[in-house]
């Protein structure tokens, strides 16, 4: 068994995945991992980008929506898409160094993360989450 990873799980009308990791920061970056992949984000070969973010919010979920909506944006407005997460979690704080480049092609846009059903919790695979996201 994977200690930590994602898989697409059925949803009616978007998609849905389900992640999970021994600990908060690798439970993000395989969601973004996976946010990836479900999108076919495929990169330039080349130089690479590097870009930080930082934000606050009242819980993880929150932060964990905060962080993949920054994704998306990056996506949408600057075509560029991430590889490589240094993620820093304190309590309600997350401070993100990414490396990345620019998007050559994505199959389907992500258009928004949701709170449907969000609830970071403990699982028998360490911390697992389901990830609703709009298409």
Not at 81 to 87: E, M, T
């Amino acid at each position: 068994m994977n200690d930590k990873g994602f898989e697409e799980i059925p949803h009616t009308a978007d998609w849905a995945m389900h992640v999970w990791a021994g600990d908060l920061p690798s439970l993000f970056e395989e969601a973004a991992q996976g946010m990836n992949t479900m999108a076919g984000v495929k990169l330039a070969e080349g130089e690479k980008t590097k870009r930080r973010f930082e934000s606050e919010a009242p819980d993880p979920e929150s932060l964990l929506v905060m962080f993949l909506s920054e994704l998306i944006y990056y996506q949408e407005q600057e075509k560029l898409g991430f590889v490589k997460y240094d993620i820093r979690i304190d309590d309600t704080r997350i401070s993100v160094e990414m490396e990345g480049a620019p998007i050559l092609s994505m199959d389907k846009a992500i258009k928004a993360i949701t709170y449907h059903n969000l609830k970071i919790q403990k699982g028998v695979r360490g911390l697992e989450v389901e990830i609703v996201m709009d298409v």
